[in-house]
């Protein structure tokens, strides 16, 4: 009977949070909390490509994200994380026009920052110990940590590329050799394949069959030879004697490359050469479908010519400025972090056929799985175990680590599985599924997991316990912690009206509100 009683105060708590939310959104623009009246950020170069574009389709863009809206979105976006409550509270009270700028400079020199952009690459290089890709648990966490460190540094991308495809050595002390091992396959046709789509964006088998066998040819030197010690491996140039290699690049030029010469590295001297596009425009596309929910050529790794860009003048301009700056993926994300498009509201204007494909909002999305989980982790406290009894050595993760930071594509959870964590078998960011289902529903509004997790928070006991004689404090505080938002005075009244109906506050009263904010679109979804 105790438990059905909780089950009912938790529906109807979520009940009245749900229906003041969709009070909200029916009221006249702006949509507050959600949005604010006026720009408090310049227009840069994108915001042109973007509204010339809107303009031509008879389109209006979005109005501007609130400030609360913003640091939850870059906090996610960038670091895979949320705010706290306090970060919030600092934020919303600094006054100096430039603070959306202030913390973009602050929030990429964060070292989640290089966290959540090896998880995201990882995902693109099959960075996962068991079968198919079987790279063994010592080489995934040497090359993690070597894809971790470079964006912790701000390598530039293009050496970034070319440590990746020119590398040589054993795969437990040179991580970027993975690269050749974590493909299915070791023929030519496997790694040209694996090569494109990483680098050009592009799904080999679409191509003509001449620039297939360029490519093929370009990595048919490629050797994999074992040593004495537990699953190393070498990969190195064959050595074998060959003649002249002549090949047709992927942009239909020819080459002949001597046979003293790494055909590799002929490969990457034209893959990152300022003046080829491919190289660039794959790359910023890919940084733009993570931060804005889908490439500008979309799939974002799906390039060829009958799969246009929805917008060929905002691709050359992320290409042109990328190139510019050397190919630095901070700046970049710096660029786009604080494009006006960017920072729209989630709410379109108006409703229109290709206002998700022209950028006119900002696109509502699902948390990634690890996100979710490590959320979960941060609100109410405690960590998630994870371990791997095979393949040997036995890993064990500890619990006060972060999900995002899981280094083996292979050790996962139930919750990963049933919120969509890719396998890391392909490469394809398709692999990676953030649609909320049924039985994801289910498990956050009615799972033994989410449920110990809250009643056991000390977090939430501690949240009681300061603001037990104050409803009105007790509710902003978990606004702030689980939304990164004070409530609306509509929410402030009816979430202090539940409590005051059941007397004085209590610990399955709290828990009750927290869930149903767990439960709401506005916590699952990044917006």
């Not at 600094?94 to 690459?121: G, I, M, N, Q, S």
């Not at 493909?183 to 191509?207: C, D, K, M, S, Y």
């Not at 999305?365 to 996100?371: F, G, K, P």
């Amino acid at each position: 009977m105790e438990t059905m009683n909780r089950v009912a105060g938790r529906i109807t708590a979520y009940a009245v949070l749900t229906a003041l939310g969709a009070a909200a959104a029916a009221r006249a623009q702006p949509v507050l909390p959600f949005e604010q009246a006026d720009w408090t950020s310049p227009p840069n170069a994108i915001d042109e490509a973007v509204l010339s574009r809107l303009r031509a389709e008879q389109l209006e863009p979005a109005r501007p994200c609130s400030d609360a809206v913003f640091i939850r979105r870059v906090y996610l976006d960038v670091l895979g994380t949320l705010p706290t409550a306090a970060e919030v509270e600092a934020f919303l009270g600094d006054a100096a026009p430039d603070k959306r700028a202030a913390l973009v400079d602050a929030v990429l020199a964060r070292p989640e920052y290089a966290d959540y952009a090896a998880l995201r690459w990882c995902d693109i290089l099959r960075v996962k110990a068991e079968f198919p890709i079987n790279l063994w648990p010592n080489a995934v966490q040497a090359y993690h940590r070597w894809v971790r460190d470079a964006f912790a540094r701000n390598m530039p991308y293009d050496q970034f590329a070319r440590a990746l495809l020119t590398s040589s050595g054993s795969n437990f002390r040179v991580p970027p050799v993975n690269f050749y091992r974590a493909i299915q396959g070791r023929e030519p046709a496997a790694r040209a394949a694996a090569v494109a789509l990483t680098f050009l964006g592009a799904r080999i088998e679409t191509w003509p069959t001449e620039r297939r066998a360029g490519l093929e040819a370009l990595l048919s030197r490629v050797a994999y030879k074992t040593t004495a010690e537990w699953k190393e491996e070498i990969v190195f140039l064959d050595p074998a004697p060959a003649g002249p290699l002549e090949a047709v690049l992927p942009d239909g030029s020819t080459v002949c490359v001597p046979p003293d010469t790494d055909p590799r590295r002929v490969l990457a001297d034209w893959l990152i050469r300022p003046d080829n596009p491919w190289f660039a425009r794959a790359a910023v596309n890919r940084v733009w479908a993570w931060l804005l929910g889908r490439g500008i050529v979309h799939e974002p790794d799906d390039f060829r010519p009958d799969n246009p860009a929805s917008n060929p003048e905002l691709l050359t301009v992320l290409e042109r400025e990328f190139v510019a700056t050397g190919y630095d993926l901070r700046q970049l994300h710096r660029l786009i972090l604080n494009s006006r498009t960017y920072q729209q509201s989630a709410h379109p204007a108006r409703p229109a056929a290709r206002v998700a494909e022209l950028f006119a909002h900002y696109p509502v999305r699902r948390l990634d799985a690890e996100v979710l989980i490590d959320a979960l982790c941060q609100v109410f406290g405690g960590g998630e175990s994870y371990t791997s009894p095979i393949p040997e050595p036995f890993t064990i993760i500890p619990e006060g680590q972060r999900t995002i930071t899981l280094a083996d594509g292979s050790i996962t959870s139930p919750f990963l599985e049933l919120f969509g964590r890719p396998p890391r078998d392909t490469g394809l960011m398709s692999e990676r599924n953030n649609q909320l289902t049924a039985a994801q529903r289910m498990h956050l509004l009615n799972s033994s997991h989410v449920q110990k997790r809250i009643e056991g928070s000390a977090r939430l006991r501690d949240l009681l316990a300061r603001h037990r004689a104050d409803r009105a404090g007790l509710v902003r505080a978990l606004y702030l912690t689980l939304l990164s938002r004070p409530p609306t005075s509509a929410e402030l009244a009816a979430a202090t009206a539940y409590l005051a109906g059941r007397g004085a506050p209590s610990r399955a009263d709290v828990n009750d509100l927290a869930w149903a904010l767990v439960n709401t679109k506005e916590f699952l979804y990044r917006h």
